[in-house]
């Protein structure tokens, strides 16, 4: 299975990405740069990592939406493609107009670094089809603008169609309480899908959670469902 | 001719930032203040060339298309000349 991590100027999670799906995951996968008009033949899954592309100027993920390598991207996702978004990733995504919604300041206005736990939603997506809704994972969320923001009309669609795929939860209980929400986010929301389910995004680091070395493997048992799932559709 | 673009978050938006500075305005003594809304302002040169119609085109499109962000925020344009 081939997969394709875009990097942009100031992508700092792209090397990591290749090592989650290559090394760890068993993929074949390369860098590919943003000035890029065409993704490599045969990709299967486009990664988008995360860190600051463009020095977050403007909007976080706004400049990195227009870049080549986007467009090739949308053509892909319209073709049926997957596409997943990690962070920085995540906002690129939306930014594109390939998720709905938009990633806000953090309503606590700080950088919030620490580890969250997670409740699959929804099996409406590449991500989650083949995790059963209620699966719990623990992994870091590193970002200044994680605060998920669509309107209620929107919410309430995407609710509906199974949009939201992941939500911050309290970890002892399961529940999307306000004290397991990190940065405000509109109803928890920490991952959410298009109507197709192809394109996915989500603000914590599954990547950087990989391995028991590196302080877990929450991060490897979610994208390996990813992979499963993106290899079956390709086969 | 030049043109600023204001962009400011929708009034639906929650403004953390804009929160803040209502905070330490009002730490600072200020009263009265009832709300306060965060922006950007965007200033653009612009060949003189383009008629103001065909300005106010293309400054539009600019705005819609990558300056703001119509999801999260309003835009408005002013002319300077």
């Known amino acids: ?49 995360g860190g600051f592309s463009y020095g977050d100027y403007l909007r976080c993920g706004a400049i990195a939406a227009h870049s080549p390598v986007m467009a090739a991207t949308k053509r892909f996702a319209e073709r049926g493609g997957n596409v997943f978004g990690i962070c920085n990733g995540f906002q690129v995504l939306t930014e594109a107009r390939m998720l709905p919604g938009a990633l806000l300041r953090n309503a606590g206005l700080a950088f919030v670094c620490k580890n969250v736990t997670l409740r ?84 914590p680091h599954p990547e950087r959670v990989m391995e028991g070395l590196l302080g877990g493997e929450d991060g490897k048992a979610l994208l390996e469902g990813l992979v499963a799932q993106v290899a079956a559709a390709a086969a | 001719m030049r043109a600023r673009v204001l962009i400011v978050p929708r009034p639906e938006v929650l403004d953390p930032q804009g929160r803040a500075v209502a905070h330490a ?44 962000n119509l999801i999260v925020e309003d835009f408005t344009i002013e002319w300077m000349d």
């Open chain 1, 1 to 49: 299975m081939r997969v394709a991590v875009l990097q942009f100027p100031g992508s700092n999670c792209d090397d990591d990405c290749l090592q989650a799906f290559g090394r760890v995951l068993g993929c074949e996968a390369s860098l590919v740069w943003h000035g890029a008009s065409e993704l490599p033949i045969g990709t299967d899954l486009v990664v988008l990592p």
């Open chain 1, 120 to 203: 699959v939603e929804s099996q409406r997506s590449s991500l989650t089809a083949r995790i059963a809704v209620g699966s719990q994972y623990v992994m870091p969320i590193a970002h200044m603008e994680g605060n998920y923001f669509a309107d209620e009309a929107t919410l309430d669609a995407m609710e509906a169609r199974g949009q939201i795929v992941l939500r911050y939860v309290d970890g002892a209980t399961g529940q999307a309480v306000a004290g397991a929400n990190p940065n405000g986010a509109c109803r928890n929301i920490a991952g959410v899908a298009n109507e197709r389910g192809n394109v996915v995004g989500m603000m």
């Open chain 2, 25 to 68: 305005l009002a730490g600072l003594g200020f009263a009265g203040v009832r709300d306060v809304r965060v922006g950007r302002i965007v200033y653009l040169t612009l060949d003189d060339g383009l008629g103001r119609a065909d300005a106010a085109r293309e400054v539009e499109r600019m705005a819609k298309e990558l300056l703001a």
